[in-house]
C-alpha cells in the first residue's frame, strides 16, 4: 500500500528518532528536516504533531519542538502498561492462536535465535548497529503477531506506541549484547511453548517475566 506524502515524512522522522540521530531533549527543525527529506515544511510539520500527540516530542513555547526527555517514572510506567496490556494478549492468543500464526511465531523466534548467532560472531560479543535494528525489528514483529492473534486492535496499538517510546527513550542506553539477546530468545521461548501448548495461565507469566525483565534491563541503563 502505497503511503501518502504525510505518512512518509512521519516514518522518515520516526526512524530517524528511532536510530538516536536527535537524542532526548535535541531540537527538531521543521525546515532543517524538510530540506533533508526534501518536501516543503507543511508535511514535517504534521508529522511532529503527530509524533507529539505520542509523546515523542514536546512544543516549547518560542523555541521550538524538542525531542522529549522522559525521566525514569514515565519509563517505569511504559512498562506497567505493557505488562498489563501483553500478559492479557498473551493469555488470549494462547486461547486463539491457529497453525498458521502458531508458523509465524516460530518462524520469527527462528530469526531470533539466527540474530543471536550472530552475535555470537562479533567482537567482544556485541552487536553491530545492523544486527541490533533487525533484531529489535523481529523482537517488535514477535510481541505485535501475539497481540494480533489475541484479536483487540486497541491493544495492539496502545503496545505499539508503548515500544516505539520504550524504543525511542532506551535507544541510547541499551547495549545489545550475547547475554542480552539470548536471555530475550530464551524468554520468547518461553511465551511461545506456552501458546503452542494453548496454556493461557503459562503464556501470560511468561510474557510478564519478560517485560519486566525487559525494563529491568532499559532502567539498569539508563542510571548509566
Do not use: W
Request: with cysteine.
Amino acid at each position: 500500500m502505497m503511503l501518502t506524502l504525510k505518512e512518509h515524512v512521519y516514518q522518515i522522522i520516526l526512524e530517524k528518532l528511532e536510530r538516536g540521530d536527535v537524542p532526548p531533549g535535541g531540537r527538531l527543525s521543521d525546515e532543517a528536516l524538510a530540506k533533508e527529506i526534501g518536501v516543503s515544511r507543511s508535511p514535517v510539520r504534521e508529522a511532529i504533531n503527530q509524533l507529539a500527540s505520542k509523546g515523542l516530542i514536546e512544543y516549547r513555547p518560542r523555541r521550538g519542538s524538542f525531542m522529549k526527555l522522559p525521566d525514569r517514572k514515565e519509563m517505569e510506567q511504559l512498562y506497567e502498561t505493557r505488562v498489563a496490556l501483553e500478559g492479557f494478549a498473551a493469555a488470549k492468543a494462547a486461547e486463539r492462536v491457529d497453525e498458521a500464526s502458531l508458523a509465524q511465531l516460530e518462524g520469527l523466534n527462528r530469526d531470533l535465535l539466527d540474530a543471536v548467532k550472530q552475535c555470537r560472531c562479533h567482537p567482544d560479543k556485541m552487536a553491530d548497529q545492523e544486527l541490533t535494528d533487525r533484531f529489535l525489528a523481529v523482537d517488535l514483529d514477535f510481541h505485535l503477531r501475539i497481540l494480533a492473534v489475541a484479536g483487540n486492535p486497541k491493544i495492539l496499538e496502545m503496545v505499539h506506541d508503548c515500544k516505539i517510546l520504550i524504543r525511542v527513550f532506551g535507544h541510547v542506553p541499551i547495549e545489545h549484547d550475547l547475554r542480552l539477546m539470548a536471555n530475550t530468545y530464551r524468554q520468547h521461548s518461553r511465551v511461545l511453548r506456552s501458546i503452542r501448548r494453548r496454556d493461557a495461565e503459562g503464556a501470560r507469566n511468561s510474557m510478564l517475566r519478560h517485560i519486566v525483565a525487559a525494563c529491568d534491563a532499559v532502567l539498569a541503563g539508563c542510571a548509566k
